[in-house]
């Protein structure tokens, strides 16, 4: 059995904010996709670089916890966490990165479902932030794993959506390759901020 | 090193011969995906009330273990286990709202293949209630091991079939996406019951 | 808080080892995709059998750890590191037996982005052989990390362009389909060198 007497180690818990924060950033940038003339390359760079910001928060927190002899919660589930929080920027990033490759919107909006998914993207990195800044100052998070649960469900009722109108007949089989793998990888980003919210919840069952 | 000796805990068990039904219930129901005449919409509205029995399931053994001080065996393990049958649910239950989302079957059976997974999945099922059923005994378990490689090399057998059916030229390009998508959808539930017995395998493997 | 204190057991880096060098086996075998008039029967079942010698030695390992009481590093570790190197020889054996099941390179070389894919592959199996033969020893394994991001950058970037010439117009989207699913899953095998690398460079972390 682990020993529960754990003395508080604030400062590790930024790192997670911090994550939180640039999530929120690729969610805030990714919705740009939906503008009408946003340039795809730009868009791509731009989630590239908080890609690359995040990278260095976690080799940051890697590096305290390899320095540090007793954290705040279990060792590994920390860096499953820094993990899990690192996945949805790589998909967001991914998604950008796609359309730029497949020069999917260039001239074109979105299909309406791909800019739904966007807009729960947002809500999610907006629900995260605020999560994890309660997380470190361990306040309740009962309302994380209720909006993480609706905003779960609007994301999967809209990816349905979508692959029902993309292959509805209205779009040529390519096209529909195209903007099923971009909208594929959204989906998943979605699906990675819940992976987030449940790390979290396993290691407050863990330490309650 | 941790303590070997724990008090049994046979209600805990439970938790997962009842997850190990509801496989067998997943599987069983979306059986009827191959039979002329099912109405999708029906279909895919089972798998995912059989989906939410199970997340239900899920549910109580985590507050079971919450309150546990002592676990018949390593608590991350039955996390872990509880995920790997849920996941096993989601995958079938991801198959039957995509035939119905795609209206793959509407007035069309199945390819052959498509068929013989789904009856390797029934198959799949039925193994695991058996050994779950033997797991909670503590009863051996090696006619799980050798079941589950023998469904697993059909399940591979069987698929690498449909993958040369799809692509002989016999289906447009839309339809070998729509129909692709389902089976693969069907090879991830097999490969997931894989997980489920490898799962218990290293648990057995360990606490021995 | 665990043990730090543990005596070598030098036999247990051997599995780990030899793992390394069927992952450069199956890397050097692999590349014959792009050799034209390469048998496409015979290159998928010589990936199959290298598939199943490394199944001996994760079995062998699996038999080993369960009969040793101390181990050079965590157990749970040991087990996932063995997971990581079969997860590479899975991917390659997947990729060329997709070849083989769509006749994708009967007459036609792979695009030349897939034979740079393949070469970028080659060297990860060189560099694996090379790191886990100083993993064994005890040595600096600083080249491991930096040889595995820059062949990871180089796989991205190949996988990109990859993806840019399969989506320009060239191929019919039957094609494009059976391309890039080759494609993808040269790439995951490149994504699982480096997974590889990383769950490595976790136990080196904790365990100095």
Redesign the interface.
């Known amino acids: 059995?682990r020993?529960r007497l754990r003395p508080k180690q604030p400062e590790l818990f930024e790192y997670f904010v911090r994550a939180a924060r640039n999530t929120a950033s690729a969610t805030e940038a990714i919705a740009d996709l939906g503008v009408p003339g946003t340039p795809a390359k730009a868009l791509s760079d731009r989630l590239v670089e908080i890609e690359h910001q995040n990278d260095e928060v976690t080799h940051e927190l890697?590096n305290k916890?390899?320095s540090s002899?007793i954290t705040p919660f279990d060792?590994d589930d920390m860096?499953r966490l820094a993990a899990r929080l690192d996945d949805v920027i790589d998909h967001l990033e991914a998604a950008a990165?796609?359309a730029h490759?497949?020069a999917a919107f260039d001239g074109e909006r979105p299909p309406p479902q791909m800019c739904e998914q966007l807009e729960v993207l947002r809500a999610f990195g907006e629900l995260a932030v605020t999560a994890f800044e309660d997380f470190a100052a361990k306040r309740d998070l009962k309302h994380y794993w209720i909006g993480t649960n609706e905003l779960e469900n609007q994301a999967d009722r809209i990816y349905?959506q979508l692959?029902?109108h993309l292959?509805s007949?209205r779009y040529?089989?390519?096209t529909?390759?195209?903007l099923?793998e971009i909208g594929d990888v959204l989906e998943e980003a979605a699906d990675a901020f819940e992976h987030v919210a449940n790390t979290v919840e396993?290691i407050v069952?863990?330490e309650?």
């Open positions: 059995m020993l890697y916890l390899n002899f060792r860096y990165t796609l490759l497949y349905r692959l029902t292959f007949g040529d089989a390519l529909v390759l195209k099923k396993a069952v863990k309650s």
